[in-house]
């Protein structure tokens, strides 16, 4: 019992002992108490003696509020008063009550009021059941789902922190292509440059070819005219080369009438073909649908190149070039259709193939190799296709391409873009603890233009916020030497002894049961955002704080 429990004087003796106490009363765990109408304690039985430690003696003529802890005493007066004025039949509450070795008891309080002459209350009786262990229990598991949900705040702070990273090499990796855009760019644009100067010599040989030329002029004029289209093809090849390399060509979907793609291919090189000596076919497998869906100019391109490089590099022969579809099926429901380049004159072995699609000609004799097996195989890559190829000396050389096309049909529509947020012109100074934390934060608000300080506890935000230049408080409630709530209260009471202008704080915290917005006001912040912190929610409360701050300054400057 507490050191300030009230003996009673003379004029508030106990009344006289009742009736004897009956054995089985005095058996059961829990305390069983009566009290006079004025609140009086005049019986108890001896499970109040085992718990508490009190005698009978030291019990009896107290007020039962004698007996509870200094901090709940007030409370549970208020309460039971109430019964004794009858303003209320009954009582139940949990206190803490304090026994003979000063140590805490919770007890539950169940109380009925008795009822006297005329209706007047004359006394109450009621029982006391101890619930020590269960509110330790309870206190222990409210303690372990804190923690519980520190700890997944904290996985959660680290994931966001790698997806963050993710996201920055994401970012540097767009920046990467951007410049490989821009170098691609450059070079297209070069190219650009250098065919009007080519158009121009091609036209002037043309204009040679159609003139009054000896048999020694036209063979020159024509060794000219055959250098000139071999430039202007290197010049297009090196293009589509550095926007293959720098992955700027977009792969498109489009209806193509495939047997037109094979008439064009067969225009463009029967003629060339014939003049080296040579026969060039094309064509389609019955099992090819007419019409169907793909980058048809890509598709054309990686043809082209294909069968141009085999009839250049053909001294005998034929080349023959197969459309089909693959017996193959694709678990994306898409056809696989064949493309197969034969060159029976040629005489190159794997690893000289291989050289030519990996290098091209750089580094090697093979004439007729150029870019342009390189930018094939990379165009065949990037939509998705295989390219496999071979060949021995006497046997010839064949490449196939295995591309997953569709039967033609609309076009999806195109995604919705996103958009990003405005950014917030705020300095902020962030108060946390946990590195982690302090990283994934900072991200965030660097992201949307807010100049962010960090510091490490609730004492140097404390100090930090006492200098000027400051936006808003980002402040964690848990921190070592002094946390959020106590770094809140000083912060105030420093800007009400300095007359300063109140500085906008807003909690951080992962414990966000009810009543912990009320502490957070109590200790004067303004705003609270829930952790893990959600991008959105702390740019909704920032934005909010942006807008009071802006027409704060518009007030000041009018």
């Not at 039967?407 to 946390?432: I, K, Q």
């Not at 300063?500 to 006001?521: F, H, K, W, Y």
């Amino acid at each position: 019992m507490s050191n300030d429990i009230r003996r009673p004087n003379d004029s508030d003796a106990a009344p006289e002992a009742g009736p004897a106490v009956p054995a089985w009363l005095d058996r059961i765990n829990e305390i069983v108490f009566r009290c006079d109408a004025h609140g009086r304690v005049f019986f108890v039985n001896s499970a109040w003696t085992r718990t508490m430690e009190f005698s009978a003696d030291e019990t009896l003529g107290h007020a039962i509020s004698d007996f509870v802890h200094q901090k709940d005493r007030d409370v549970h007066r208020v309460r039971l008063q109430s019964v004794l004025d009858g303003r209320r039949l009954s009582l139940q509450h949990e206190a803490r009550f304090v026994a003979r070795d000063g140590s805490d008891r919770w007890l539950e309080l169940r109380a009925l009021a008795e009822q006297g002459e005329h209706g007047a209350v004359a006394g109450l009786t009621g029982t006391l059941t101890d619930v020590t262990s269960r509110r330790k229990m309870a206190d222990e598991l409210r303690a372990l789902a804190y923690e519980a949900e520190e700890a997944r705040a904290d996985a959660e702070s680290a994931a966001q922190l790698l997806r963050a990273t993710a996201e920055d090499i994401t970012r540097e990796r767009d920046q990467a292509v951007a410049s490989g855009r821009a170098t691609a760019e450059f070079i297209a644009s070069m190219a650009q440059d250098l065919h009007a100067p080519l158009n121009g010599v091609q036209s002037a040989i043309e204009k040679l070819l159609h003139g009054d030329l000896s048999g020694e002029q036209r063979t020159r004029a024509e060794n000219v005219r055959g250098s000139a289209e071999s430039l202007a093809g290197l010049v297009n090849d090196i293009a589509e080369f550095a926007r293959a390399a720098a992955g700027t060509i977009e792969v498109r979907d489009e209806d193509f009438d495939v047997h037109e793609l094979v008439d064009d291919l067969s225009r463009l090189l029967v003629q060339k073909a014939l003049s080296q000596g040579i026969t060039f076919g094309a064509t389609v497998s019955p099992n090819v649908p007419e019409r169907l869906r793909g980058d048809a100019t890509h598709i054309r391109q990686v043809l082209m190149n294909l069968a141009s490089n085999a009839v250049r590099a053909a001294d005998e022969g034929s080349v023959n070039v197969i459309i089909s579809r693959s017996t193959r099926t694709r678990p994306d429901g898409r056809l696989p259709v064949r493309v197969e380049v034969h060159a029976s004159g040629t005489a190159f072995n794997h690893d000289e193939i291989a050289r030519m699609f990996e290098l091209g000609a750089a580094g090697s004799s093979l004439e007729g190799a150029g870019l342009g097996l390189v930018i094939a195989r990379r165009l065949v890559d990037m939509m998705g296709g295989t390219l496999e190829f071979g060949g021995e000396p006497g046997e010839g050389n064949w490449v196939v391409v295995e591309l997953p096309l569709a039967r033609a049909a609309a076009a999806a529509p195109p995604a919705a873009l996103s958009h990003n947020a405005a950014p917030l012109h705020l300095r902020v100074l962030l108060a946390e603890d946990n590195v982690v934390n302090q990283k994934v934060v900072t991200r965030i608000l660097e992201r949307w233009g807010v100049q962010v300080t960090v510091v490490g506890d609730g004492a140097a935000a404390v100090d930090a916020a006492r200098e000027d230049g400051w936006d808003l408080v980002l402040m964690d409630v848990r921190m070592p030497r002094l946390d959020g709530l106590q770094a809140a209260e000083e912060i105030r009471s420093h800007e009400a002894a300095q007359g300063r202008q109140r500085l906008p704080i807003v909690a951080m915290t992962a414990n966000a049961l009810s009543g912990d917005r009320e502490r957070c006001n109590e200790a004067g912040m303004d705003g609270f955002v829930a952790k893990p912190i959600r991008p959105a929610d702390l740019y909704a409360e920032l934005s909010r704080w942006a807008g009071h701050i802006a027409s704060d300054e518009r007030r000041r400057a009018a």
